[in-house]
């Protein structure tokens, strides 16, 4: 993600390039102590293409690969790597195809970008179309599963559980739609409502934020190019500068209510980090801003830097104040879960390595007291996304352990590092050696073992 106007890099080599096969080591080594109380997996998604062509790799569209690494009792007792299989992957291997349902002749194409836990199962899950893959909980592949056929439309690779009320929201789209959809899950993973949001277009919308009483529509402008999918690409979504930017506020429990749309200067986001209703009927909502996507450069992520902003969106004026809460390049925020849709004091960000710089560091910002403690991971280390855990019986937001990858360039291995959310600063708790590397990636989450 560099800041340099193009040519396009590639996202296939160097911490993007895919590992060849998949492995299960068990008895990880560790440095420091990992807490007794870690008993379940993380689990992270990201791309791993199978024999890419650099120079048209997009790097959304890399087959996915899972990696987990199971905890307990202070020990790592295994980590695995294993292809999420779509058809496509399961053709590239030759194995017999996954069962399930399918739609459209798919699932072809990646399945990548998050895993998550929902009615008791493990998900791998993505945006645009493809339906979500069932995994085993060592992550073997059991079924394309569209959420035991309760799915009609697109899922999304981000969906968010409303700590009040176990449902769950996200934003589908699909390419042949002119309306998106607020999909909601109950606590069983099936589907209670799939409700069509007309917005006149055909946008990519990546992630989305909900409140205690609304969900937001990032109505943004990266649009959908027929000719470009004519053309054979595989990601045809670009930076559309004849359409306007907005963000719409939806009622979470108000199928069919009129959303209320207002006006934002032209950007993307990919992530908003939390949300909340403020008492004057506005919303707050925090993200990662980029200033533009997919307009110079198609094949990733690649416009700028994107920096942690406060928007404050007031319906009643039709207007947005923007804050900046830090300057810094950074994305992939998280923050105590348990808190969705509340006013949340802590956001940790993974900070993006500047072009040719192999260091990128962990930020953990104190949104309460505007400063930001830099967690440093070794000098040729940059963090990847990091989740936040709740300690046992804590309900205090700081009061949890911070769980991410971090991968030491030089050395081409990965850590799973653990930090207490109280004092990140004080460097990691533990640090779980894989011995080899994990390419760079999207979403993963912590899951407790239940049971
Ligand atoms: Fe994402």
């Given amino acids: 993600m560099s800041d340099s106007p193009g040519p396009a890099r590639d996202y296939v080599t160097g911490a993007l390039a895919p590992v060849a096969d998949e492995v299960t080591v068990a008895d990880l080594p560790v440095t420091g102590t990992l807490p007794e109380e870690l008993d379940g997996r993380y689990v992270r998604n990201g791309p791993n293409p199978i024999d890419p062509d650099p120079s048209t790799q997009h790097w959304f569209t890399g087959a996915g690969m899972v990696h987990g690494i199971r905890?307990?009792?202070?020990?790592?007792e295994w980590y695995r790597n294993r292809w999420v299989r779509t058809d496509e992957v399961t053709a590239a291997l030759g194995e017999p195809s996954t069962p399930g349902d399918r739609r459209d002749g798919?699932?072809?194409?990646?399945?990548?970008?998050?895993?998550v836990q929902l009615g008791g199962c493990t998900w791998a899950i993505v945006e645009a179309g493809q339906w979500p893959v069932r995994l085993s909980d060592?992550?073997?592949t059991e079924a394309i599963d569209p959420?035991?056929?309760?799915?009609?439309?697109?899922?999304?690779?981000?969906?968010?559980?409303?700590?009040?009320?176990?449902?769950?929201h996200a934003i589908g789209y699909h390419w042949t739609e002119t309306s998106v959809r607020h999909v909601v899950l109950d606590a069983d993973a099936r589907i209670?409502?799939?409700?069509?949001i007309e917005v006149g277009g055909s946008l990519m919308v990546h992630d989305t934020a909900i409140t205690e009483s609304r969900v937001l529509v990032l109505d943004l402008p990266v649009t959908f190019r027929l000719d470009e999918a004519v053309a054979g690409s595989r990601f045809p979504y670009a930076w559309d500068p004849d359409r306007p930017a907005r963000v719409g506020l939806l009622g979470l429990d108000d199928p069919g209510a009129s959303v209320q749309w207002v006006e934002l200067d032209p950007c993307y986001v990919f992530h908003p980090a939390n949300a909340h209703d403020t008492p004057d009927g506005g919303v707050v909502v925090d993200v990662c801003r980029w200033e533009r996507m997919f307009d110079r450069d198609r094949l990733g992520p690649n416009e700028g830097t994107p920096r942690l902003e406060r928007w404050r969106i007031d319906p009643a004026s039709g207007r947005v104040s923007t804050e900046v809460l830090d300057e810094r390049a950074q994305e992939f925020p998280r923050v105590d879960e348990r808190r969705t849709g509340t006013p949340t004091r802590w956001v940790v960000t993974a900070g993006l390595a500047t072009a040719g710089a192999a260091h990128a560091p962990l930020y953990h910002h104190d949104l309460q007291s505007g400063t930001t403690t830099v967690v440093d991971l070794g000098a040729t280390s940059a963090a990847q996304e990091f989740v936040v855990?709740?300690?046992?019986?804590?309900t205090a937001e700081d009061d949890a352990w911070l769980v991410g990858l971090v991968t030491d360039r030089a050395e081409a291995t990965t850590d799973l590092v653990v930090l207490a959310a109280d004092d990140p600063g004080d460097g990691p708790v533990a640090r779980v050696h894989?011995?080899?590397r994990v390419p760079d990636g999207f979403h993963g989450n912590w899951m407790p073992q239940t049971g």
């Fill in 71 to 76: 905890l307990r009792d202070g020990r790592a």
């Fill in 106 to 115: 798919g699932p072809s194409a990646a399945v990548n970008t998050n895993v």
């Fill in 138 to 140: 060592e992550l073997d």
């Fill in 147 to 168: 959420f035991g056929g309760t799915l009609r439309g697109s899922f999304s690779a981000h969906p968010h559980t409303d700590p009040r009320t176990g449902l769950t």
């Fill in 192 to 196: 209670v409502r799939e409700e069509p």
């Fill in 389 to 394: 855990v709740p300690r046992d019986g804590s």
């Fill in 434 to 436: 894989l011995g080899r």
